[in-house]
């Protein structure tokens, strides 16, 4: 079931044309990650679907519920975690839940089990200022799932935190789309996308120039898995076999060694490996490379994420 | 509901603040003690004396406080440690040291009065004793017993006094204070709105089922209710610590809220409209100390040229300060005060309507 359906989505400030014509939609239980370089329109688009913003043009859709800046329904379905820790310093941890969950009109048993949640039930009485980096993510995390919201929006929730921290929230993150919530990812770590993202979409200069899982996209722009081999034995022989294996799409020979591309390194390795010692060549070392999102990126882009 | 909780969260967040609470607490209720110990507040005047203070030391108006010279009793004077000085040493004439103010004046005029019974007593000690035959000290005792009615002296009042009789410094100091604190603390606590805005929490807001509309008004109310306890504070602490009158109580409750009304409004504007908190609690005190200046809370309205008259009541200090002079020196109540109220609510309106739309506009732009 769809939670989000985001269509024809385009925000101008003055001469800027900040979001053009984005559209993408999230499934329940779907973890969505809308990567781009700074400036690329990610934030602009993400205060669209929350309310924050209204559009010039197109439409968001929450669980059937169109969103605007005063949409009070569509509004109850999503949690909203910010890039900059939206949170009163000068207010204990509890402090802060409290006042979010008079806002979203969360009864206050949810404050404890989101403090719960994200592991700061022991510091809750402290205030928000003596928090660490990661403490103050966590709780950032916290607000935006008080109401136990349809659809989570977290928008670089991980930037700047300690490794445990970071780790915590991701799990947090895993455990929320198991259990059936739609969520909008925004990082500048790609492997935090790699691990987290069902799906990717990339944003650049206002509009979404590709979209899908990590292998689609690495098919769509030609890039495959490589196997690279040294070995000991008949090279010639053994690149001749190889090339007629059926997953084999290119080999060449350099040194004591084959370099394969291949459809899937992961499906293909245990029958080439099988097919080299079948014909009596010695496999010294084996070395896979599959293109990752940060080569889709910089593909795409011409840039990297963190640029 | 969701009104009251963000301005709970503004109260809330002020009271935190150790320095916030100095300027909200301490600093008004010290500046009424000192305006009013200053300017004649009900304190007993101390004389110092180099010499034979005599019959000064039985004046129960006056305290006396010893000094070894005159050196150091004229330093006492001038730095205000003592009301006025007495040197009276040998037979030379006494002198008096005393600042040219209205306190110095009246120990003058009291050290004067009794010495001069003091030495209407000896000479009439003398002569009794000279016509008598009894010694010196049955003699006075014969003066001391002799008792005079009090000649009776109708007095008729006219005119206007600026000041009622029994109108003392700490009345006088209480109302310009909270007057000038109750705005300035509504300027300078508006940083908080800024940080809000700064930190993305309003923006946070903004993305929660709550209307934008809801989300100022929670601001608005958070800054009233902070510029609120800040007039109640130098309104019960100067009734209960110095023994301030307010005059009539609904006309005081009455001014003192249309008051925070305009300062919540003003604060509402200024956090509105600056984009740091540096801005805005600089542009706040400048604002601030300036309007109260103008506005006749450092030096009374009464004593202004025409002109600077005039430019009080363009201010709504001006307007709050002569509401409550009508109540402390005048006489007035509710009613005497609603042109006073009228005005006030006009400042009101028009400072929360233009920091609505500002901070409305900043926040979902």
Redesign the interface.
Known sequence: MTVLSCSGLSRRFGDVQAVDDVSFTIAEGETYGLLGPNGAGKTTTISMI????EPDAGEVVVAGQPMS??A??A??L?G?V??????????TGR?NLR??A????AARSRVDHVLDVVGLTDRAGDLAREYSGGMKRRLNVA?GLLHEPRLLVLDEPTAGVDPQSRNQIMDNVRALAAAGMAILYTTHYMEEAERLCDRVGVIDSGRLIAEGTRRELVEKLGERDRISLLLDGDLAHAAAMLGDLRDVRNVAVHGHGLDLVVDDARECLPVVLSAISSNGVVVRSVEVTEPDLETVFLHLTGKALRE | MKILSIAWMNLRRAMRDRTGLFFLVALPLMLVFIIGAAFGGATTPLLGVVGDAGALRAESSLRVKDFPDEAALRSAVEHGEVSGGLVRTGTDTPRMLVRPDRTGQQVRMLVTTTLTQEANRSAAGDFVASRTGLDRAAALSAVDSVRVEPVEVRTSTTGEALFPRDYSGFDLGAANQLVLFTFLNALTTSAALVESRALGVTRRMLATPTPAGVVVAGEALGRVVIALLQGLIVLVGSALLFGVRWGDPLGAAALLGAFALVSGGAGLLLGALCRTQQQSTGAGILVGLGLAAFGGCMVPIEFFSPTLHTVAFTTPHGWAADGFAALTRRGGDLLTVVPHLGVLLGFAVVLFALGAWRLRRAVTA
């Open positions: 929350t309310g924050v913003l800046t005063r009070i329904a509004k109850r999503v909203y910010p890039q900059e820790l939206a949170l009163y310093p000068d207010l402090e006042f979010f008079s806002l979203y009109g607000v």
